[in-house]
């Protein structure tokens, strides 16, 4: 624990630094395989979307999950004399329940397979019926909703950063993220249902939530970047990413957690059902949210912003400098590896850092100050 | 307290005591609400209680689905499903285009069919009547001044006119005239044939013309009545002209062709054991194309009607008033398309009848899913389609009169989108995860904080709790105010957000720390951390609640309450940590455990890693240089 706040200190100081800008090459690589994955999973394996999208009838009995049981639901949906009825899907679910999954029935069907699965020794039995549109307006409102939303962030950030390159930046870790969790939805087979879909909406909020508190450093770092020579911007965004790290894991962990024990519990508990779809959305979604605004929001930030001439001419000084300082101290031949690419790490691991750190600082002990 | 001082002007100086203890008073106001209105616990969702929840979308056949047209259906499905002896159906708009029903308790599957169907508002011709409401179904047509009309077709139909009269005054009780009001009972008279003469196989050379209404085909398979059902299938209803359907009425049943006189009979068997109760009405089968057996539940009259002659939906205004220069209230009813030169040609024939004195023989009926809704008597021709309908109205029944007829001419239909029926049992285990999945996560989060940010961890632990219990309040409020019903998706909803609620104080905690990693006291790094994190808060919490508000808006069905919880959560959470957390850390800042970093404060210099001499005045913290030195 100790350890954690201590690597925290070292990270806000800039004696530990990760190059999460430096390196976008290699974490963009990273996330362009992992999107091919998740696109190859889609098209070789589709996704398995739940009977609310193909309509037709859910039956939940309540009655211990053994195979002869299940073999006895299966014949008792074949007895019901509702032909549409035939070859339905029965599965185990949870503990102690059955899940039987019909074709689209009427009404009276479905009551008539529920009364044969009565006669055939369960009880307490729900009944899911669903026609075979709703799954379509689930879907299509939650595409609108999507859009709606992608609007909104768009505008909303940009109002908040006065900035649309981190717009841009937060929409692509978005859709990342979605791309991300339907992948593994495509590969692991598990049912794309209604809840699914909240899930995947919610993670929207969550990817943007985490976007926004690291940008935040970002820009508080990179204030009135023209005006000092120790840092470049990607330096200063680097550090704000190093700064909010610990913050970035803590959060992560404590809304891991809870999701976590709703996926466990539902799963556990129920087997199926809203609690594990929403769940396991939410875990996948959240998980690859940290992720995409350290390793990609911020460094496409970044990316997009040094094709200002403002923040070319300004790392253009910062190197001037280090060059003179390099020159002037001869310290040692390591200064011909300052690059332009590399030098974020040696920058801010040089143990001349903490003090270097200073200028960048001031601006916000100034505003501290301001007040008196 | 001299650095806190100089940090900040007088007038802004931080009151934590203050807020926290006005926070706390406004929870226990809440809950003070709470015990007034009443109730602790909260409304929970079917799927968590148990019960049938069915999701009609609407499908529209003209124009789009308006919120208006929306409310409007979902009323009349909240009549038909309370009238249908339902209590505590909770019905609902949704989504834009949806009619959401929910009904707790007991398997109600066999409610689907009677909410999925069209408001079916028809006119009929009222070929008999039978006002057996308070008699026994075998008293049959024999027996009584009642049974005006309800004739065998032998006897001669002036027995009509005889008890023309009485019909008049025990069942006439709504009347129509054309809008202006004059009343034109006397106009016509001229023109009246006489009922009583029998010209009953004149009409039947008429071969059925354009004017055959134009209702709708009804395909509802709702529960048939086996008479009706028989004796339709022999004749051919839809065969019947418009001229036909009129003479049957105009000069008496017999006035058919010969081939309806079976069906015919049935009919009247029917009538005469018709009993007009819920049970009975419900089980009416509203079919446009044939005669319809029924009764008008407020005044318990019976009515063989004819098949449809207009439809609802050729109704184009209703309205409620009382006109000018009169004392009594008035529905006036406009109808449009077909309807308006059917309606023409109905009271055309009607009034005449009217005006000979065979108030009997001049009634139609507006008949709403199978109920009759007013049989007035048509007492002027009306050839525009604007007529009134009076009578012993009151303000409400009129308006009461007037919503009926509007809803009937809704061009809503629905289809069924999803039925689903919750046994008790597995909604109770529903409930038990979804509150076991909360406590586990809450505890998890609980213990994480207590790990990693020691004391700091007691305040989230206070701050979780506090907004536990405001969120549990609210619940309960919102339950009670706007019917706000906690649904397992809901419950899921509030767990995720314990999560990012305790995100506001990791980034709040997190700013803390920088500040005391730049060496600063506590108190100072309280304030000045705050400043620094509140941005950043409200502005994490304004893209949660933004994206939750998108969700509930485009969600459909119980999700909702997911969207719902997580924005209200959201809310709550920024609530929490302005007047809350951050005051009470303050206070804490004050205390010699948090101000001086005890080694459990979470906030001690060796917790935090600070090795180096700090930036600023150590000098001034005799704790802090002890701290500094014990690396």
């Given at each position: 624990?100790?350890?954690?706040?201590t690597?925290g200190q070292?990270?806000?100081?800039?004696?530990?630094s990760f190059d999460?800008?430096?390196?976008?090459r290699?974490?963009?690589?990273?996330?362009?395989?992992?999107?091919l994955?998740?696109?190859?999973?889609?098209l070789?394996?589709?996704l398995?979307?739940?009977i609310e999208?193909?309509?037709g009838?859910?039956?939940?009995?309540?009655?211990?999950p053994?195979?002869a049981?299940?073999?006895?639901?299966?014949?008792a949906?074949?007895?019901?004399g509702?032909?549409?009825?035939?070859?339905p899907t029965?599965?185990t679910s949870?503990?102690?329940?059955?899940?039987i999954?019909?074709k689209p029935l009427?009404?009276d069907e479905?009551?008539k397979v529920?009364a044969s699965l009565r006669d055939a020794?369960?009880?307490?039995?729900?009944q899911?019926?669903?026609?075979?549109?709703?799954?379509?307006?689930?879907a299509?409102k939650?595409?609108?909703?999507?859009f709606?939303f992608?609007g909104?962030v768009?505008i909303f950030i940009?109002?908040?950063?006065?900035?649309w390159?981190?717009?841009?930046?937060?929409?692509v870790?978005?859709i990342?993220?979605?791309?991300?969790t339907v992948g593994?939805?495509a590969?692991?087979?598990?049912?794309?249902?209604?809840?699914?879909?909240?899930?995947?909406l919610?993670?929207?909020?969550y990817?943007l939530?985490?976007?926004?508190?690291?940008f935040d450093k970002?820009?508080?770092?990179?204030?009135g970047?023209?005006r000092?020579?120790t840092r470049?911007y990607a330096?200063?965004?680097?550090?704000a990413?190093?700064?909010?790290?610990?913050?970035?894991?803590?959060t992560?962990?404590?809304a891991l957690?809870?999701?976590?024990?709703?996926l466990?519990v539902g799963?556990?508990?129920?087997g199926?059902?809203?609690?594990?779809?929403?769940s396991l959305?939410l875990?996948?979604?959240?998980a690859?949210?940290?992720y995409s605004s350290?390793?990609?929001?911020?460094?496409l930030a970044?990316q997009?912003?040094?094709?200002e001439?403002?923040?070319?001419e300004?790392?253009?000084?910062?190197e001037?400098r280090r060059?003179?300082?390099?020159v002037s101290?001869a310290a040692?031949?390591?200064?011909?590896k300052?690059?332009?690419t590399?030098?974020?790490t040696?920058?801010?691991t040089?143990?001349?850092?903490?003090?270097?750190?200073q200028?960048?600082?001031?601006p916000?002990?100034?505003?501290?100050?301001r007040?008196? | 307290m001299?650095?806190a001082?100089?940090?900040r002007?007088?007038?802004?100086?931080p009151r934590p005591?203050?807020v926290?203890?006005?926070?706390?008073?406004?929870?226990v106001?809440l809950?003070?609400?709470v015990?007034?209105v009443?109730d602790?616990?909260?409304?929970?969702?079917?799927d968590?209680q148990?019960?049938?929840?069915i999701a009609?979308e609407?499908k529209t056949?003209?124009g789009?689905v308006t919120?208006?047209k929306?409310d409007?259906a979902?009323d009349?499905?909240?009549?038909?499903?309370?009238g249908?002896g339902i209590?505590?159906?909770d019905?609902?708009?949704?989504?834009?285009d949806?009619?959401v029903?929910?009904i707790p308790?007991e398997?109600q599957?066999g409610?689907v069919?009677?909410v999925?169907?069209?408001?079916?508002l028809?006119f009929?011709l009222?070929w008999a009547?039978s006002?057996?409401?308070q008699?026994q179904p075998e008293n049959g047509s024999g027996?009584?001044s009642?049974?005006?009309?309800q004739?065998?077709?032998e006897?001669?139909?002036d027995?009509?006119?005889?008890?023309g009269s009485d019909s008049?005054?025990d069942?006439?009780k709504n009347r129509?005239?054309p809008t202006d009001g004059a009343?034109?009972?006397g106009?016509k008279s001229?023109?009246g044939?006489d009922p009583g003469?029998?010209?009953?196989d004149?009409?039947?050379g008429d071969?059925s013309?354009?004017?055959?209404s134009?209702?709708d085909q009804s395909?509802?398979?709702g529960d048939?009545?086996d008479?009706a059902?028989?004796?339709?299938?022999d004749?051919?209803?839809?065969?019947l002209s418009l001229?036909q359907?009129i003479?049957?009425e105009?000069?008496?049943?017999d006035?058919?062709p010969?081939d309806?006189?079976p069906?015919?009979?049935?009919?009247n068997?029917?009538?005469?054991?018709f009993?007009c109760?819920?049970k009975?009405?419900?089980k009416?089968d509203?079919?446009?194309?044939?005669?319809l057996?029924?009764c008008?539940?407020?005044?318990g009259?019976?009515?063989?009607l004819?098949p449809?002659?207009i439809?609802?939906?050729?109704?184009?205004?209703v309205?409620?008033?009382v006109?000018?220069?009169q004392?009594?209230?008035?529905?006036?009813?406009?109808?449009?398309?077909d309807?308006?030169?059917?309606f023409d040609?109905?009271?055309?024939?009607?009034t005449?009848?009217y005006?000979?004195g065979?108030?009997?023989g001049s009634?139609?009926?507006?008949?709403l899913?199978?109920?009759?809704?007013?049989?007035?008597?048509?007492?002027a021709?009306i050839?525009?389609?604007q007529?009134q309908?009076s009578g012993?109205?009151?303000?409400?029944?009129a308006q009461?009169?007037a919503n009926s007829?509007?809803?009937?001419?809704?061009?809503?239909?629905?289809?069924v989108n999803?039925v689903?029926?919750?046994?008790?049992?597995l909604?109770g285990?529903?409930?038990?995860?979804?509150l076991?999945a909360?406590a586990?996560g809450?505890l998890?989060?609980i213990?994480?904080?207590?790990?990693?940010?020691?004391g700091l961890?007691?305040?989230v632990?206070a701050?979780l709790l506090?907004a536990?219990?405001t969120?549990?309040?609210?619940?309960l409020l919102?339950a009670?105010?706007?019917?706000?019903?906690?649904t397992?998706?809901?419950i899921?909803g509030?767990i995720v957000?314990?999560?990012i609620?305790?995100d506001?104080f990791?980034?709040?905690f997190e700013r803390l720390?920088?500040?005391?990693r730049?060496?600063r006291?506590?108190?100072?790094?309280?304030?000045?951390g705050?400043?620094?994190?509140?941005?950043?808060?409200?502005?994490?919490?304004?893209?949660s609640f933004?994206?939750?508000?998108v969700l509930?808006i485009?969600?459909?069905?119980?999700?909702?309450?997911?969207?719902?919880?997580l924005g209200?959560?959201?809310?709550?959470?920024v609530?929490?940590?302005f007047?809350?957390t951050?005051?009470?850390?303050?206070?804490l800042?004050?205390?010699?455990f948090f101000g001086q970093?005890?080694?459990?404060s979470?906030?001690d210099?060796?917790?935090?890693g600070?090795?180096d001499?700090?930036?600023?005045?150590?000098?001034k913290r005799?704790?802090?240089?002890?701290?500094?030195?014990?690396?």
């Amino acid at each position: 624990m100790g350890r954690i706040s201590t690597f925290g200190q070292h990270l806000y100081e800039g004696r530990i630094s990760f190059d999460f800008v430096g390196r976008r090459r290699l974490w963009y690589a990273i996330s362009v395989v992992i999107l091919l994955a998740a696109g190859l999973g889609l098209l070789t394996r589709g996704l398995d979307m739940g009977i609310e999208f193909r309509g037709g009838v859910e039956f939940t009995a309540k009655i211990a999950p053994t195979d002869a049981n299940v073999d006895a639901m299966r014949d008792a949906v074949a007895d019901s004399g509702v032909s549409d009825a035939g070859d339905p899907t029965v599965t185990t679910s949870g503990q102690n329940a059955i899940r039987i999954d019909t074709k689209p029935l009427s009404q009276d069907e479905a009551t008539k397979v529920e009364a044969s699965l009565r006669d055939a020794g369960a009880s307490d039995i729900s009944q899911n019926l669903i026609g075979a549109t709703w799954g379509q307006q689930v879907a299509q409102k939650a595409a609108i909703g999507l859009f709606v939303f992608l609007g909104l962030v768009v505008i909303f950030i940009w109002a908040y950063f006065r900035e649309w390159k981190m717009s841009v930046s937060a929409i692509v870790a978005l859709i990342h993220d979605l791309v991300i969790t339907v992948g593994v939805y495509a590969w692991s087979g598990f049912e794309v249902t209604p809840a699914t879909v909240t899930g995947l909406l919610t993670i929207l909020g969550y990817s943007l939530y985490d976007t926004v508190v690291v940008f935040d450093k970002v820009r508080e770092n990179t204030r009135g970047f023209e005006r000092t020579h120790t840092r470049t911007y990607a330096e200063s965004a680097n550090l704000a990413v190093n700064q909010t790290l610990v913050r970035s894991i803590n959060t992560s962990i404590m809304a891991l957690l809870p999701v976590g024990a709703l996926l466990v519990v539902g799963v556990a508990a129920l087997g199926s059902g809203p609690l594990k779809d929403l769940s396991l959305a939410l875990f996948v979604g959240m998980a690859a949210g940290t992720y995409s605004s350290i390793f990609i929001a911020t460094p496409l930030a970044v990316q997009l912003k040094e094709s200002e001439p403002a923040v070319r001419e300004q790392a253009k000084k910062v190197e001037r400098r280090r060059a003179r300082d390099a020159v002037s101290a001869a310290a040692s031949d390591e200064d011909a590896k300052v690059g332009s690419t590399t030098a974020p790490t040696r920058a801010v691991t040089t143990s001349g850092a903490a003090k270097r750190a200073q200028p960048s600082r001031a601006p916000r002990s100034k505003r501290g100050r301001r007040p008196k | 307290m001299s650095t806190a001082r100089r940090g900040r002007t007088s007038s802004r100086k931080p009151r934590p005591g203050r807020v926290l203890a006005i926070f706390l008073a406004v929870i226990v106001v809440l809950y003070g609400v709470v015990a007034m209105v009443g109730d602790w616990k909260p409304r929970l969702g079917l799927d968590l209680q148990g019960g049938t929840r069915i999701a009609l979308e609407a499908k529209t056949s003209s124009g789009d689905v308006t919120q208006e047209k929306l409310d409007e259906a979902r009323d009349i499905i909240d009549q038909r499903v309370n009238g249908s002896g339902i209590s505590e159906a909770d019905v609902t708009t949704q989504g834009g285009d949806q009619v959401v029903i929910e009904i707790p308790g007991e398997k109600q599957a066999g409610i689907v069919d009677e909410v999925g169907r069209t408001a079916q508002l028809r006119f009929r011709l009222v070929w008999a009547t039978s006002d057996n409401a308070q008699q026994q179904p075998e008293n049959g047509s024999g027996n009584g001044s009642g049974n005006d009309q309800q004739l065998p077709f032998e006897k001669p139909s002036d027995e009509q006119t005889s008890s023309g009269s009485d019909s008049t005054s025990d069942n006439g009780k709504n009347r129509t005239a054309p809008t202006d009001g004059a009343q034109s009972a006397g106009a016509k008279s001229d023109g009246g044939d006489d009922p009583g003469n029998g010209e009953s196989d004149d009409p039947s050379g008429d071969q059925s013309s354009g004017d055959q209404s134009s209702g709708d085909q009804s395909d509802d398979g709702g529960d048939d009545n086996d008479d009706a059902d028989d004796s339709s299938t022999d004749v051919d209803w839809t065969e019947l002209s418009l001229d036909q359907m009129i003479s049957a009425e105009t000069e008496g049943l017999d006035a058919l062709p010969p081939d309806y006189r079976p069906a015919i009979s049935d009919l009247n068997d029917q009538l005469s054991s018709f009993q007009c109760n819920d049970k009975s009405l419900g089980k009416v089968d509203d079919v446009a194309d044939e005669p319809l057996v029924t009764c008008d539940p407020e005044s318990g009259e019976t009515f063989l009607l004819s098949p449809s002659v207009i439809p609802g939906t050729d109704v184009s205004d209703v309205s409620a008033g009382v006109p000018q220069n009169q004392v009594d209230w008035v529905v006036s009813l406009e109808l449009g398309g077909d309807g308006q030169s059917t309606f023409d040609q109905v009271t055309d024939a009607l009034t005449d009848q009217y005006n000979s004195g065979n108030s009997a023989g001049s009634r139609f009926a507006i008949v709403l899913d199978g109920a009759v809704l007013s049989a007035p008597q048509s007492e002027a021709h009306i050839t525009n389609g604007q007529s009134q309908i009076s009578g012993d109205f009151t303000q409400d029944s009129a308006q009461s009169l007037a919503n009926s007829l509007k809803y009937g001419a809704l061009p809503l239909t629905f289809g069924v989108n999803s039925v689903s029926v919750e046994g008790p049992s597995l909604a109770g285990s529903q409930l038990d995860a979804g509150l076991t999945a909360g406590a586990v996560g809450l505890l998890l989060v609980i213990l994480y904080s207590l790990f990693y940010y020691r004391g700091l961890g007691l305040v989230v632990i206070a701050s979780l709790l506090v907004a536990a219990a405001t969120t549990y309040a609210l619940v309960l409020l919102l339950a009670a105010s706007a019917g706000f019903t906690l649904t397992l998706p809901g419950i899921a909803g509030l767990i995720v957000a314990i999560g990012i609620t305790a995100d506001s104080f990791v980034v709040f905690f997190e700013r803390l720390r920088d500040e005391v990693r730049e060496g600063r006291s506590l108190r100072v790094a309280v304030e000045r951390g705050w400043r620094r994190a509140r941005m950043t808060i409200v502005a994490a919490d304004s893209v949660s609640f933004m994206a939750a508000l998108v969700l509930y808006i485009f969600a459909i069905g119980v999700v909702r309450g997911f969207a719902f919880a997580l924005g209200l959560t959201t809310l709550i959470d920024v609530f929490i940590v302005f007047f809350f957390t951050k005051p009470l850390v303050a206070l804490l800042a004050r205390t010699q455990f948090f101000g001086q970093g005890h080694r459990f404060s979470g906030l001690d210099r060796k917790h935090l890693g600070i090795h180096d001499r700090p930036v600023s005045q150590m000098a001034k913290r005799p704790a802090s240089a002890s701290a500094g030195g014990e690396h």
